[in-house]
C-alpha cells in the first residue's frame, strides 16, 4: 500500500506534502527509543512514533523508512520538518494512539 493510501485510510494528516507519497508501504514498525529503531526498522515500514524531534529524520533516513506517522496528534517541531522536507521523508500525523494505528495498519498491509 502506497503512503498516499495509507495517509487517507487512516485519515492522517499529511505534515509536508509531495514528498515520496507514491512509496510502497511494505511493514511497520513502533518505537520511540531512537538506537532500537536504528537497529530494527525494515525499509519501506511505515515508523509510527511520538518523537518529532530532528534526530526522528536521521534515524528515518539511516533505516530507509516509507514514512514517518506521529501519533496522539504530535506534531513535528520546526527543525525536523525542515530536515524532512531536505531529506524527502514523508511525516503524516493523527490523532490515534501507536497502537489503534498499528492495528489499522496490520488490517491495511
Do not use: F
Given at each position: 500500500?502506497?503512503?498516499?493510501?495509507?495517509?487517507?485510510?487512516?485519515?492522517?494528516?499529511?505534515?509536508?506534502?509531495?514528498?515520496?507519497?507514491?512509496?510502497?508501504?511494505?511493514?511497520?514498525?513502533?518505537?520511540?527509543?531512537?538506537?532500537?529503531?536504528m537497529s530494527n526498522?525494515?525499509?519501506?515500514?511505515?515508523?509510527?512514533?511520538?518523537?518529532?524531534?530532528?534526530?526522528?529524520?536521521?534515524?528515518?533516513?539511516?533505516?530507509?523508512?516509507?514514512?514517518?506517522?506521529?501519533?496522539?496528534?504530535?506534531?513535528?517541531?520546526?527543525?525536523?520538518?525542515?530536515?524532512?522536507?531536505?531529506?524527502?521523508?514523508?511525516?503524516?500525523?493523527?490523532?490515534?494512539?501507536?497502537?489503534?494505528?498499528?492495528?489499522?495498519?496490520?488490517?491495511?498491509?
Amino acid at each position: 500500500m502506497l503512503v498516499k493510501d495509507i495517509a487517507e485510510k487512516l485519515q492522517a494528516e499529511i505534515v509536508n506534502p509531495g514528498h515520496h507519497l507514491n512509496r510502497e508501504i511494505k511493514g511497520c514498525y513502533i518505537g520511540d527509543l531512537l538506537s532500537w529503531v536504528m537497529s530494527n526498522a525494515q525499509e519501506d515500514d511505515i515508523w509510527i512514533t511520538i518523537m518529532s524531534n530532528v534526530n526522528v529524520v536521521a534515524v528515518a533516513t539511516l533505516t530507509d523508512v516509507a514514512c514517518v506517522l506521529l501519533c496522539e496528534n504530535v506534531d513535528p517541531d520546526d527543525n525536523c520538518l525542515k530536515r524532512a522536507n531536505e531529506q524527502g521523508i514523508s511525516i503524516l500525523k493523527t490523532k490515534l494512539t501507536a497502537y489503534e494505528a498499528a492495528v489499522k495498519i496490520g488490517n491495511l498491509l
